[in-house]
């Protein structure tokens, strides 16, 4: 006998600024497992001390072979996740990784209730998301930040500048 589907839906107008993220971390080299796994408790914790602004925080599994993990984050607003980002331990996690991937690949992938859209994609070697179909361009210049990515007029600087970076 069927069984009546439970159809539900949310109200979202309470998050008129709502923030989701999608985050990925691929193994690009047999090395790169230890460096996956050492990042993991530490984005824990930093996950149970309730950044500001963090509505929910969900582990993914993307892949097992080659091993690519992830995560789901809802945000109240841009200013939070931006907040966050440039803050301990997030800034220099970045900063890391960027000098030395460690043997992963990183990506994530933006989405604004207000509108726009943005991603970066650092060593992944095959196209994933929007880089599957959209034209792929350098991070460099205007597109290092998030703001010029998104489309969006913010006068926050990015997470780290080129030239901290690559000075």
């Known amino acids: 006998m069927p069984t009546k589907v439970n159809r539900q ?5 309470s998050f008129p600024e709502l923030v989701v993220i999608y985050l990925g971390m691929r193994v690009n080299r047999l090395y790169g497992l230890r460096t996956l796994l050492g990042r993991g408790p530490r984005i824990d914790r930093s996950v149970a001390d309730q950044p500001d602004g963090l ?19 809802y945000w109240r607003d841009m200013p939070s996740l931006l907040t966050w980002a440039r803050s301990e331990p ?3 996690w970045w ?5 030395d991937s460690g043997g992963t690949g990183f990506w994530h992938e933006t989405y604004l209730m207000q509108g726009g859209m943005e991603a970066v994609y650092d060593d992944i070697p095959k196209p994933l998301g929007f880089s599957r179909f959209a034209p792929v361009r350098p991070a460099r210049g205007p597109m290092f930040g998030f703001a010029a990515r998104a489309g969006r007029q913010h006068d926050e ?6 030239d901290e970076l690559y000075g």
């Open 55 to 73: 509505l929910l925080h969900e582990q993914l599994i993307y892949s097992l072979a080659p091993m690519h993990v992830g995560m789901r984050q």
């Open 95 to 99: 900063h890391d990784f960027l000098r």
């Open 9 to 13: 839906t949310v109200d979202l107008s």
């Open 157 to 162: 600087a990015p997470v780290l500048s080129e």
């Open 90 to 92: 997030h800034r220099t």
